[in-house]
């Protein structure tokens, strides 16, 4: 697989309000605002400005969180949500 | 009952949060879109100013401010509001019509530059809408 670099969106470009089981991502750049649930607002803040592969998320998510069901699969498909959506990038 | 799992680990298990990726095919995210930027029509047809009417006038630094006529090194204010389209190129690494390279880039930056209520910010969030 390719190593591709993912990073969360400039964060000065972010407003988040915490909604219970929710976070509301109000996103500047895009005017989009977006609701999120887990896994997505911690694999963001995993991700952080820095950026990390695939690979380095996954042993950081597994490290930091019980993952019940980890599968890379699954963390692929969350993260091109995240990209898709303009959180993420993927340079 | 006592299904619940959340706060309750396993035992053995350290107290790290407990966190499902869910299925390939479920999602994380619901993303409420502006009504006015979801039509692809108007990303063709909308205008960006440059500058926006009411800094008509006003020259565009390369790094894109707005800065007083005459300013060295800054532009000229273009000529006629550029076309949705042609800010997409742009955006995209090419170059706005009429403009010199460094011209386009100043005017680019300001156009990324652009803030919610400046003329011509409905047109670039339509542009920086999410494929999907």
């Known amino acids: 697989m390719a190593e591709r670099l993912y990073r969360m969106a400039r964060a000065e470009s972010l407003r988040a309000v915490h909604l219970d089981t929710f976070v509301a991502l109000y996103h500047r750049t895009s005017g989009i605002t977006h609701l999120i649930t887990a896994p997505a607002p911690e694999i963001l803040a995993t991700l952080g400005e820095a950026g990390m592969t695939l690979a380095a998320l996954t042993q950081r998510l597994a490290h930091d969180y019980d993952l019940g069901d980890l599968d890379d699969a699954a963390l692929a498909a969350r993260l091109e949500e995240l990209v898709a959506a303009g959180l993420v990038s993927d340079a | ?132």
Request: net charge positive; with cysteine.
């Open chain 2, 1 to 132: 009952m006592s299904d619940e799992t959340q706060d309750t680990p396993p035992e053995g298990t350290t107290r790290r949060r407990a966190l499902m990726l869910g299925a390939v095919g479920a999602s994380a995210i619901v993303s409420i879109r502006p009504a006015l930027a979801s039509t692809t029509a108007s990303i063709v047809t909308c205008e960006i100013p440059v500058p926006d009417q009411g800094r008509a006038g006003s020259y565009i630094a390369a790094d894109g401010s707005v800065v007083p006529a005459g300013t060295q090194g800054a532009f000229a204010p273009a000529g006629r509001p550029f076309k949705g389209q042609d800010v997409k190129a742009a955006l995209n690494g090419g170059q706005l019509p009429g403009t010199s390279y460094q011209q386009s880039q100043a005017y680019t930056n300001y156009i990324r530059r652009l803030q919610s209520g400046t003329s011509g910010f409905t047109c670039f969030a339509s542009l920086q809408m999410p494929r999907g």
